[in-house]
């Protein structure tokens, strides 16, 4: 083996191994994704000190979104799987997914109709009001358990928020935010969804 031939394989094992190491640093530095708002950290004073509370991307933790309130409008009504599954005893309820078409085809709660979040307003004869010339009459609402991915994610709160805007009664809105996050991650049944 020659001296060219030594110099030349140390380069490449030098040149994998930076290249290694740059892929573990970007590993070590996730990004960081919002809180709340615009927010990416806190800072909790512990007997131990300063702990800076922050979130990132996990297998588990897969959706980047934001943490959602309880109740993203005042009168809708938060609720857990217990309420979720008592809905379906419910004839006058609809379990409505308002997460994007590629997301409800995949999984969602078996029962559940796909009116994502964007479209939401414009549908909500599909929820039992009647469009008017002057916008919706939702004096026959239905009650609509609206959810999305789960607790970071906007889509379903956004939808409320239009929906309320629009006429439907905030008390005729069933919100929950564990959404598909907490549903699967509970190991409760999926299925795909139907468009």
Excluded: H
Aim: proline content about 7%.
């Amino acid at each position: 083996m020659t001296f060219a031939t030594n110099i030349a394989r140390t380069g490449a094992l030098l040149a994998g191994l930076a290249y290694a190491a740059l892929g573990l640093a970007q590993q070590a530095a996730p990004e960081r994704l919002r809180l709340v708002g615009q927010e990416t950290e806190f800072v909790a004073e512990t007997a131990q000190g300063k702990v800076v509370i922050t979130r990132v991307l996990t297998p588990c933790a897969k959706v980047k979104g934001w943490l959602q309130p309880l109740v993203p409008v005042p009168g809708v009504v938060p609720i857990t799987e217990v309420e979720l599954l008592g809905f379906y005893k419910d004839p006058e309820a609809m379990l409505v997914d308002m997460r994007e078409p590629e997301w409800f085809v995949k999984a969602t709660i078996p029962g559940a109709v796909n009116i994502p979040y964007t479209e939401v307003a414009s549908r909500l004869g599909e929820l039992g009001c009647a469009k008017t010339g002057k916008g919706w009459d939702c004096a026959k609402a239905r009650k609509v358990v609206a959810f999305c991915n789960g607790p970071m994610c906007p889509q379903s709160p956004t939808a409320i928020t239009a929906m309320v805007r629009e006429g439907f009664p905030a008390g005729r809105i069933y919100y929950y935010r564990g959404g598909m996050f907490d549903w699967e991650g509970l190991g409760l049944t999926t299925v795909e969804g139907d468009l």
